[in-house]
C-alpha cells in the first residue's frame, strides 16, 4: 500500500511551509526535526529582524510554528534524524533515531529542507582575525545583540562609535571553494546597518563591498533606504587584512572606485559570512542517496523550471538546502515541493494494485 | 455552491506552472490567455535560450505547454481577457472576452501571472538613441537574433567586431520612476553575451555595468564563465551617451574603476532593459480590485514569509505580476499559489451551506 504521508526533515521557514501546505490540502504531513524545537535558523541564530521588511524574526517563527501545530494532518518529531532510507517513490520506509531509540516510518514523498550553515571565518583566506580579536564579529553575532535591542562593543561594553561590514566572506572565492555568491548577506548587512544606526546614531556605519547584490525591491528597500535615510556609507573595496592597533581594529585594504589603499580604524568589524550546505544537507544526502550539485548543496536538476525535484524519484527540496536562497525563494520552494509531493501521492494511491 | 475551479490569468512560465499544480493536485484550473497561444514572454519575445541553464527557450515552454494539455482538469481560453470581477473568495463569477463574444464564468480562487513587460528604452533619461541608430538594440531584440542562430549588425548585415552590453536601462533610475533593479538583467546579458562570443569568437564583448546583480550560483555559472571561458570584459561604470561616429557607435562614460573617462566605438550595442509591470498587471488590478504595491505592481503584502497572497481574500499573484522575478522565483511562486488556491477551495467546499 502507498502511504498518504509526506515525510518534512527540517522544520525551519522551508519545512514549515511545506508542512503546511500539505496540510491545507488535507495530506498528513511528519516533520523531522534535529533540534529540539522548531524554527530552524532564524531561531537557532537569534535572528533579530527578517530581511528586508524588519519583521520581528520570532514572531514570524511563532506564526509558522502555530499555523503547522494547528493543521491536524501535520505531526511533528523533534530531537529525532532520520538514519536510513528504504523503498521507493510511493512507498518509502524511513528510519527515525531520537536519541537511543529508532522506528521505521512510511512516506510516500519526502521533502529534503535541511537549510544551510553560516561560513566559518576561521576558514576565511584573508586575515579578518574572527578568532583573534572578540570585536570581530559575524553577521549572526550582531543579529544576536539586535535581538536584545543593543550594539555594544564586546570588549568595551560601549556602544561603537565606527562600525564596518566586510561582505562576501567566504563566498565569491575560489581558494576556499566556495564560488558562489551566498545572494543574502548583502541585504542582511545593509539590514543590520540601519539597525545599528536606529540604535546608536552618532555611529559611523561602513560597508565594504565588491558588488551590492541588492535585487528586485532590495535596491530601494534596503541600500537606497540604508544611503539615504540612515547615512550607512558603501565602500567599493577589497579588505584584505584586520589588525588591531591600541584600543581600535584597522581594516586595511582598497577603495576600488578611488583606486587608492583604505586604512580605516573601527571599533567594530561585522564578517559577512555567506551559507554553505549544512551537515544535515550533507547527511541526508547519503542517508537517502540523493546527489548534489557541483557546490555540495542538493541538485535539483531541472533548475530552472523545476527548482525541487531531486535525482531520485519521490524526494524533493526546498529551501537553502539546494542553494543559497533568501525567505522568498525558500517559500516559493516549500509550496511547489509540496503541490508536488502531494501531487506524487494521488497518483500512487490511484495507480496502486489492492494488496491480497 | 462555492466553485471548484481556480482562474489563472495569463499563460506563461507562471500561469502554467501553477495550472500544472492545480491540476495534478486534482483541481480544475482554466487559463486565461491575451494572446492567441500559451507561452507568454518567453515566446513572445523569441527567446533564444533560458538563463542560467541555456536551454532553448521554445523546447522548455513547449514542455509546460504539454504538461498543462495533457491534465484533464485544466483548461484553456487563448484570445481572451478578464473585464470583470464579481462575488468573492470561493465563489467568483468572472466576465471573460473574447472578440464580441463574452461569457461570465465562475471560480472558487484566481491566480493572476500577467508578468511583466520590457521596459521601452524610449523612455530612458540618458541618450541611447534607441529610436535613432538600428545599431542599438534590447535585449530581447538581441535574443529573436540568437534565436536564429546567428549575430549581425543591423546596418551591415556583418558579424559585429565589436559589441557592448549597457546595463541598468530602465532600472535603479529614480528620474523615471523605476527605482527597483529589474533582477534578472545582468544574468541575461551575460548568458547573451557567452552566445555571442560561440557564434562570433573574434567578436569583443564588453558589458558596462553598475553591479553585477549575479547572485547564487550565477556567480559562477554565468559571470565567472563569461570572463574565463569566454573573455567577455565587464567594466564598471557609467555610460551616458551613445553617439554615431562615421560607420561605428560611440559609447561614452566613466569607467568608475580606473576612474576614467571611455569613449569605446562599437559595432553594436545592447541596451539591458529592465522589467515593468505589464499592461495586463496593470489592467487586472483595476479589474479584480487588487491593489498594487509603491513600484506598480501587485501587491503581496506577507512578503517575504508569504509572497503569493494579495490583499483580495481568494487572489492570489505568482511570477514577475508581483515585481522583478528569475523563472526560479517564478515556478516557486506559482507552486505556492497553486497550493494555496486548491487548499481554499477545499476548505470552502467542506464548510459550504447546503442550498434550499
Same mark, same amino acid.
Not at 1 to 12: A, C, E, F, N, R
Not at 244 to 258: F, H, Q, S
Given at each position: 500500500?502507498?502511504?498518504?504521508? =509526506?515525510? *518534512?526533515?527540517? @522544520?525551519?521557514p522551508a519545512g514549515l511551509t511545506a508542512a503546511r501546505a500539505v496540510g491545507e490540502l488535507g495530506g498528513r504531513a511528519l516533520v523531522v526535526e534535529t533540534r529540539e524545537r522548531l524554527g530552524g535558523m532564524p531561531d537557532e541564530a537569534n535572528y533579530a529582524a527578517l530581511t528586508p521588511d524588519f519583521r520581528p524574526a520570532s514572531e514570524a517563527v511563532a506564526e509558522m510554528v502555530a499555523a503547522v501545530e494547528a493543521l491536524p494532518g501535520v505531526s511533528v518529531r523533534t530531537s529525532t534524524r532520520v538514519t536510513a532510507r528504504e523503498g521507493e517513490a510511493g512507498d518509502f520506509r524511513l528510519t527515525l533515531a531520537s536519541g537511543e531509540a529508532t522506528e521505521v516510518v512510511e512516506a510516500g514523498? =519526502?521533502? *529534503?529542507?535541511? @537549510?544551510?550553515?553560516?561560513?566559518?571565518?576561521?576558514?576565511?583566506?584573508?586575515?579578518?582575525?574572527?578568532y583573534e580579536y572578540e570585536d570581530v564579529l559575524t553577521l549572526q553575532d550582531l543579529e544576536a545583540q539586535l535581538k536584545e535591542h543593543r550594539v555594544v562593543v564586546p570588549s568595551t561594553?560601549?556602544?561603537?562609535?565606527?562600525?564596518?561590514?566586510?561582505?562576501?566572506?567566504?563566498s565569491r572565492d575560489r581558494r576556499i571553494g566556495n564560488t558562489w555568491c551566498s545572494k543574502v548577506c548583502c541585504g542582511i548587512a545593509s539590514k543590520e546597518a540601519i539597525e545599528v544606526k536606529r540604535l546608536a546614531p552618532q555611529c559611523k556605519v561602513f560597508i565594504f563591498y565588491i558588488d551590492m547584490r541588492m535585487y528586485g525591491f532590495?535596491?530601494?528597500?534596503?541600500?537606497?533606504?540604508?544611503?539615504?535615510?540612515?547615512?550607512?556609507q558603501f565602500i567599493r573595496g577589497i579588505v584584505t587584512e584586520?589588525?588591531?592597533?591600541?584600543?581600535?581594529?584597522?581594516?586595511?585594504?582598497?577603495?576600488?572606485?578611488?583606486?587608492?589603499?583604505?586604512?580605516a580604524p573601527m571599533d567594530m568589524v561585522v564578517l559577512s559570512v555567506g551559507m554553505e550546505p549544512s551537515r544535515g544537507t550533507v547527511e541526508m544526502s547519503k542517508v537517502l542517496g540523493v546527489p548534489l550539485e557541483s557546490h555540495g548543496f542538493i541538485a535539483a536538476p531541472g533548475n530552472p523550471l523545476d527548482t525541487v525535484t531531486t535525482e531520485v524519484p519521490g524526494i524533493f527540496v526546498a529551501g537553502a538546502a539546494a542553494g543559497p536562497k533568501d525567505l522568498e525563494d525558500t517559500v516559493g520552494m516549500a509550496g511547489l515541493a509540496a503541490a508536488r509531493a502531494v501531487a506524487l501521492l494521488r497518483t500512487a494511491a490511484s495507480t496502486a494494485q489492492p494488496v491480497g
Open positions: 500500500m502507498p502511504s498518504d504521508t =509526506v515525510l *518534512i526533515i527540517g @522544520g525551519g514523498a =519526502v521533502i *529534503i529542507a535541511t @537549510g544551510f550553515q553560516h561560513f566559518d571565518p576561521g576558514r576565511e583566506t584573508q586575515m579578518y582575525g574572527y561594553g560601549k556602544a561603537p562609535e565606527t562600525l564596518c561590514f566586510i561582505q562576501c566572506v567566504g532590495w535596491e530601494d528597500q534596503l541600500y537606497w533606504k540604508a544611503q539615504e535615510e540612515h547615512h550607512v584586520v589588525i588591531r592597533r591600541g584600543e581600535k581594529l584597522v581594516v586595511k585594504g582598497e577603495d576600488t572606485t578611488m583606486g587608492r589603499p583604505v586604512e
